[in-house]
């Protein structure tokens, strides 16, 4: 048995990285799933692969209409709705406040907290109506603190993180749990696509940020797609039935502080200056 048998999930962002391997995931672990994201073949090639269980709607996130048309896809498809992952992203621009585009800044905060809004918006009536279900949002360590991502980028993420906790206090009653998830750096071509890079190459390019991603925490190896997925997994399950409001840091440790070291040898370095100036 699947920890997910007989549950139904849309995952938003579902075409590569954290989405599609969550995707495939869940299919493994039992549910059927409706991917949704703005690259068709992509989108279409992934459903392919997992089967009569996956399915792929083509949905532009900051459309209120697309949601409600991918919300009501899912019931018609698979006759229910357990599980929303609110994954979909882009990268932020990272410059002066003084220079920042505020085109960019809309579309950035449409694209990662008006659209998750909009998910729960649409998935909440379904739940309260089923009396069950779980929301999944997508943090981020950089709504958590400052200095790791653009302006747009970690305002986005951190109105996630606190909205998810004012819809978990209201429909918590209702039988359904909210979560959200927030990744550290995790190999996947976010990265490439805000150095520029067109989406096909920037997947390419993701492995090669392996080695400089597994020095960036206390945990001595690159965040992976697996790992969000796994915690997704757990969130989406009876396993978290007793779970919501809260704000899961996935981040091989580098909200909780430096590497120890790397404290070590800075100490060192400062005991040997001070002896030196004696």
């Not at 949601?67 to 932020?92: M, Q, R, T, V, Y």
């Not at 739940?127 to 991502?149: C, E, K, P, V």
């Not at 998830?181 to 390019?205: H, M, N, Q």
């Amino acid at each position: 048995m699947g920890a997910l048998d007989g549950k139904v999930a849309i995952i938003t962002g579902g075409t590569s990285g954290i989405g599609a391997r969550t995707a495939e995931l869940f299919v493994e672990e039992g549910a059927k799933v409706v991917i949704a994201g703005r690259r068709q073949a992509e989108g279409e090639g992934l459903a392919k692969q997992l089967g009569a269980a996956a399915s792929f709607v083509r949905t532009d996130v900051i459309k209120e209409a697309d949601i409600k048309a991918l919300i009501e896809h899912a019931l018609a498809k698979f006759g229910s709705l357990d599980c929303l992952f609110n994954n979909a992203g882009i990268p932020g621009r990272i410059g002066a406040i003084a220079d920042i585009d505020m085109a960019h800044f809309d579309t950035v905060i449409a694209t990662h907290l008006r659209a998750v809004v909009l998910g729960m918006k649409y998935a909440a009536p379904v739940m309260i109506r089923q009396g069950s279900g779980s929301i999944i949002n997508t943090g981020s360590i950089a709504g958590l603190r400052a200095g790791y991502s653009a302006h747009s980028y970690s305002a986005a993420k951190a109105a996630v993180i606190h909205v998810t906790r004012c819809v978990a206090a209201e429909l918590g009653e209702k039988g359904i749990r909210v979560n959200s998830i927030s990744p550290g750096a995790i190999v996947t071509g976010i990265f490439a696509k805000g150095a520029g890079l067109p989406d096909a190459v920037a997947e390419r390019t993701a492995e090669g940020l392996k080695e400089r991603f597994a020095a960036f925490q206390p945990i001595p190896r690159a965040g992976l797609p697996e790992d969000i997925a796994q915690a997704a997994l757990y969130l989406a399950s009876d396993g978290g039935s007793f779970v919501s409001g809260q704000d899961i840091v996935v981040d091989g440790g580098v909200v909780a502080g430096s590497r120890w070291s790397q404290l070590l040898k800075t100490r060192a370095g400062m005991a040997e200056e001070m002896k030196s100036r004696v």
